[in-house]
């Protein structure tokens, strides 16, 4: 910690609790036989070309494009990602989800389509997502999700029972549990179609949270760094609890609903990471929701499609309900918004980050020195008094200042000379030199901030202008660079707009 003008303490940059992603598919091909018994596995060495496929200069004749013969190839992954989405798709189909291509009585063609790959808006690659098939029209149902194909309490409860998932267990641990049991009985389980397209390894939802030290180290000056560890921490000690001698996890093994090597941290992690990256708070349910198909929606952060809980006629569960928030053309990814999320908070819980964030934010924590402020215990007793402590924290946001920080300094600034605590108007100036030492105390407290990195804001940009370098960063190096750049951007537009504060 360090002390600035008149008795103002900066702390670290603190990110304050507030509360994934996936373009075109490429079909599989199946096997294809000859109608004519034992024929020759090759042709002879001197064979010319045929008419029907010309040769062509450099390499031997394609279908469809330059490239190796996309018609006689082993399976691809692609090919497989599409065998679990055509397989997703006829699972869900099977069990009342209305997916439909083409029109059938009454009813319109199912508006969207699962996409392999897609690109965020800052054209990265964000894995599976949803694209329009189809004009959409704003307020159009995208789909509806019946409650008994979604992985919920009520669900942990029909197959553990209640006395593994009791009340008193969280919903995130409840709802892990479930999960690995259900990923331990493969092609056996009821899930088995949406299990099979979700990450199969925690590391591959890239959530802040499972790096190792070596990339965490690249947050270094963000509070993303000691966000993760804590995080981390907290999932380990759940872990344990669970795992205790006569816990819920040595009771499903005695029971024999999943082996042990089933209920390791490691399959517990990739859990939890699938729960933080896509579980849905329905509030009509009162629910924590796994909700297939509908999870495949990415996020941006100008949407404002959000998931509803209908409870249809005559039925005694809930449909998962989605309306597109404006209109989309054919083809175009459709989104969701995951909340007023910063980068923070999207790189813990999601594994990736926004260059253009509207509610990105940095935190700046500042508290009043006993040994250096003016009228120390006469400013605490005043904050006590007023419910507040003396260490506050202050949320620097890419669009806005926050007049509260400037008011908090001119308040640890005061001498004896500004008068009575209760009667002064922070909103304005106390004096030229209470204000000069209030503006230069949030000056240098966003100077601290930034010095906490190790490079600056333009060496960052020079950095991520080297394509060579930039590649040796790897996909999570590239998001921590992202993330430490757009908050050093936002310490430094704070510092302008402090400075440019009229009198």
Not at 54 to 60: E, L, Q, S
Not at 61 to 73: E, F, H, M
Not at 194 to 216: M, R
Not at 384 to 390: A, F, K, M, P, Y
Request: proline share 6%.
């Amino acid at each position: 910690m360090e002390n600035v003008s008149r008795g103002l303490l900066l702390g670290a940059l603190l990110l304050e609790p507030a509360e994934g992603w996936r373009g075109s598919a490429a079909h599989a091909r199946g096997a294809v036989r000859s109608a004519h018994a034992r024929a020759p596995p090759i042709c002879a060495a001197d064979a010319g070309p045929s008419a029907a496929a010309p040769a062509r200069r450099g390499g031997a004749a394609r279908a469809g494009g330059d490239g190796p013969s996309s018609w006689l190839r082993a399976p691809s992954d692609m090919d497989d990602s599409r065998r679990r989405e055509s397989e997703l798709e006829a699972w869900l189909t099977s069990h009342g989800v209305y997916l439909a291509a083409t029109s059938s009585w009454g009813a319109a063609p199912h508006p969207l389509g699962i996409a392999s790959q897609t690109k965020d808006q800052d054209l990265q690659p964000s894995g599976r997502g949803l694209l329009a098939t189809r004009g959409v029209r704003q307020g159009d149902a995208l789909f509806r999700v019946p409650e008994k194909v979604c992985i919920t309490r009520r669900n942990a409860v029909a197959v553990l029972g209640a006395d593994i998932a009791t009340p008193a267990l969280g919903e995130h641990e409840t709802l892990a549990l479930l999960l690995m049991r259900e990923r331990a009985l493969g092609a056996a389980s009821f899930w088995a179609p949406y299990l099979n397209v979700l990450p199969s390894t925690a590391a591959e939802v890239g959530a802040s949270f499972i790096w190792s030290d070596a990339e965490l180290a690249l947050l270094q000056g963000s509070a993303a760094l000691n966000e993760a560890r804590e995080f981390a921490a907290r999932l380990r000690t759940s872990y344990s609890e669970l795992a205790a001698p006569g816990g819920p996890i040595d009771t499903m093994a005695a029971r024999a609903l999943a082996p042990a090597d089933a209920m390791s941290f490691e399959q517990f992690e990739w859990a939890m990471a699938v729960l933080f990256s896509r579980a849905i708070n329905m509030r009509e349910m009162d629910a924590l929701v796994l909700a297939p198909y509908a999870d495949l929606l990415n996020h941006s952060p100008g949407s404002n499609a959000i998931f509803e809980a209908e409870k249809p006629w005559a039925s005694d569960g809930y449909e998962i309900v989605c309306y597109a928030d404006r209109m989309y053309g054919q083809m175009e990814q459709v989104y969701l918004s995951y909340g007023k999320r910063s980068n923070q908070e999207l790189l813990l819980l999601y594994g990736f980050v926004i260059d253009r964030n509207p509610f990105d934010e940095v935190v700046l924590r500042v508290s009043l020195d006993p040994d250096a402020t003016p009228r120390y215990a006469e400013k605490s007793a005043f904050l006590r008094r007023g419910g507040r402590s003396d260490a506050l924290s202050f949320p620097l946001r890419v669009d806005r200042f926050p007049d509260e920080l400037i008011q908090f300094t001119r308040f640890a600034c005061m001498g004896p000379e500004e008068g009575a605590l209760e009667t002064a108007d922070y909103t304005r100036p106390l004096s030229v030199a209470n204000e000069e030492a209030a503006r230069t105390a949030v000056v240098d407290a966003c100077r601290a901030a930034l010095a906490a990195y190790p490079r600056s804001l333009d060496e960052d940009r020079r950095l991520l202008a080297d394509k060579g370098a930039r590649a040796l960063l790897g996909g999570r190096g590239y998001a921590a660079l992202r993330l430490c750049m757009n908050e050093k951007a936002i310490l430094e537009r704070a510092i302008r707009a402090v400075n440019a504060l009229a009198w």
